[in-house]
């Protein structure tokens, strides 16, 4: 029996008042060892989603499931094996991102003694790349220093599952590498991610597998793997495109100056069969999407649906 999810949600919604349908109809799904990316517009309901998920927010209708506990109702027996960061990290202005990181556990009910806890601190602040010996207070940080400490304080418990809301956001292109390195060693351990993003190749660096919301609606869920397969198309260029589409008579399925798309699964087989026609092959392989055509198609179908 395949096990049971860590993030389920079934027929998911969320009307605010005014009626907005903020997330519409959503079932996600996210396994144990994924890396999920969870893509979307602003706006397109993925904090809304999110919040739903960790019970900070009442759905609508539908159902949640985290780590296989209904969520409102039982969502107390599993938050201490979750990390969340949620909207921008809050946190005590006046106290350094260590004094609020040890508040913050021992307010959670921290089994941890004093002098463990100590070291834990050091450790994760760290991993997410702030100075432990920074007695600074939080009110002097800038964005991203801000950012590094609400995921140090997701991290504190060595959670199972981290649960991410745009979590490279106010972080300049070196902090969102870091942070990025430091998502994937820690999935490399163990640990199941769900990050929201709006940007596509972000998500397409570190993701297992992707969801992307659009007008609150999941138009697209799959491994990113799936995703890239094949398409079943060979993708060729050619100085003779006209030898090659006579050749090839009905495969051809598109042409663009001297770019053929040819159904075929087969590349190599396809490859000798020009050669042996004596038609040259500049260039040739599979067909691939990338997340960005895939996503672009998903978003516009279900536009053209609703
Ligand atoms: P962003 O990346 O900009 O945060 P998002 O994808 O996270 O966007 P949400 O913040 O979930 O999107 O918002 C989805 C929709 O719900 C938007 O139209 C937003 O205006 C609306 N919305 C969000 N929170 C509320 C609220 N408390 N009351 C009314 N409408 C809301």
Redesign the pocket.
């Known amino acids: 029996m395949s096990e049971e999810p860590l993030v389920r949600t079934q027929a998911l919604t969320?009307l605010?008042?005014?009626g907005?349908r903020?997330?519409d109809d959503v079932a996600l799904e996210v396994r144990r060892g994924d890396v999920y990316g969870f893509l979307?517009?602003?706006?397109?309901?993925?904090?809304?989603?999110?919040?739903m998920l960790l019970g900070l927010v009442r759905p609508t209708s539908g159902e949640v499931h985290l780590l296989g506990q209904p969520v409102p109702r039982a969502v107390d027996r599993v938050l201490t094996r979750v990390g969340a960061l949620v909207?921008g990290p809050g946190g005590y202005a006046h106290l350094s991102g260590r004094a609020n990181l040890q508040v913050l556990d021992a307010a959670g009910g921290g089994s941890l003694r004093r002098a463990a806890r100590r070291r834990r601190t050091d450790e994760v602040l760290e991993h997410v790349g702030l100075d432990p010996g920074d007695r600074r207070p939080v009110r002097t940080y800038s964005l991203g220093m801000r950012q590094r400490l609400g995921l140090a304080a997701a991290l504190f418990r060595r959670p199972e599952l981290l649960v991410l809301?745009?979590p490279t956001n106010g972080l300049d292109p070196q902090g969102i590498t870091e942070i990025r390195e430091l998502l994937l060693a820690l999935n490399r351990e163990g640990t199941t991610v769900l990050l929201?993003s709006?940007l596509l190749a972000e998500v397409e660096q570190m993701s297992t597998r992707v969801g992307v919301?659009a007008d609150?609606r999941l138009v697209l869920q799959d491994d990113l793997a799936e995703l890239h397969a094949p398409t079943g198309r060979v993708r060729l260029r050619t100085p003779d495109p006209d030898r090659a589409v006579a050749l090839l008579a009905g495969r051809v399925e598109h042409r663009d100056g001297d770019v053929l798309l040819v159904r075929s699964p087969d590349a190599a087989a396809l490859n000798a069969e020009l050669v042996g026609a004596g038609i040259p092959v500049a260039e040739l392989g599979p067909e691939r999407r990338s997340l960005e055509q895939v996503v672009l198609a998903a978003t516009g179908a279900a536009r053209e649906a609703s």
């Open positions: 969320k605010y008042r005014g907005v903020a997330v979307g517009a602003n706006g397109s309901g993925k904090t809304t989603t999110i919040r909207e809301d745009e929201s709006h919301l609150g």
